[in-house]
T-cell receptor, first 115, second 113 residues
Framework: EAQVTQNPRYLITVTGKKLTVTCSQN?????MSWYRQDPGLGLRQIYY???????DKGDVPEGYKVSRKEKRNFPLILESPSPNQTSLYFC??????????????FGPGTRLTVT | DAKTTQPPSMDCAEGRAANLPCNHS???????VYWYRQIHSQGPQYIIH???NNETNEMASLIITEDRKSSTLILPHATLRDTAVYYC??????????????FGQGTILTVHP
């Protein structure tokens, strides 16, 4: 089954303790992206990747890192989490083409709480 | 990308058609209209998209006015499982920033028994 998976689905952590949220897709998509969703603010893009070893900042990249060493994986790294990073996080992927925009496939979400 | 305006909420009876409007009066000629929905904090789900012609797939129909300044998403026979937040997104097809989706507040559709 074609899907985007995220782990963990739920995480409660403390301020400053490094964490990684994994994202994996089995559709051989070039494009992957991370969003965060907060009440009243909608979904906002954190980082995106056009292909292996190609990443760029979205609208709210501060406090986050990403890497794309393999095509299928796009982990989101919080080096020193803070309470304002408490949010619902979504990973998404899609094929890549210059001439058109493909629909994006979203993962199930990771609910992160930083105390 | 053009800005969109959607009603904050709508109701629909189960089995009836749900018609969700979206205004995008500043849309450019190369911008597409996309619809996604999000069911209770799950990942957003793609529904349909179009440029200027009406489109239909297994989930819904998309009607775009001739001047392209507004569109309507139609769920022909709404079910309780269609209760969700529906997002209308306008963006350029392809290009260098093609991947980013700008989600607004969307329309909360509630389907009643």
């Amino acid at each position: 089954e074609a899907q985007v998976t995220q782990n963990p689905r739920y995480l409660i952590t403390v301020t400053g303790k490094k964490l990684t949220v994994t994202c994996s897709q089995n559709m051989n998509h070039e494009y992957m992206s991370w969003y965060r969703q907060d009440p009243g603010l909608g979904l906002r893009q954190i980082y995106y990747s056009m292909n292996v070893e190609v990443t760029d900042k979205g609208d709210v990249p501060e406090g986050y890192k990403v890497s794309r060493k393999e095509k299928r994986n796009f982990p989101l790294i919080l080096e020193s989490p803070s309470p304002n990073q408490t949010s619902l996080y979504f990973c998404a992927s899609s094929p890549l083409a210059v001439s058109r925009t493909y629909e994006q496939y979203f993962g199930p979400g990771t609910r992160l709480t930083v105390t | 990308d053009a800005k969109t305006t959607q009603p904050p909420s709508m109701d629909c009876a189960e089995g009836r058609a749900a018609n969700l409007p979206c205004n995008h009066s500043t849309i450019s000629g190369n911008e597409y209209v996309y619809w996604y929905r999000q069911i209770h904090s799950q990942g957003p789900q793609y529904i349909i998209h179009g440029l200027k012609n009406n489109e239909t797939n297994e989930m819904a129909s998309l009607i775009i006015t001739e001047d392209r300044k507004s569109s309507t998403l139609i769920l022909p026979h709404a079910t309780l499982r269609d209760t969700a937040v529906y997002y209308c997104i306008v963006r350029v097809g392809g290009g260098t920033s093609y991947g980013k989706l700008t989600f607004g507040q969307g329309t909360i559709l509630t389907v009643h028994p």
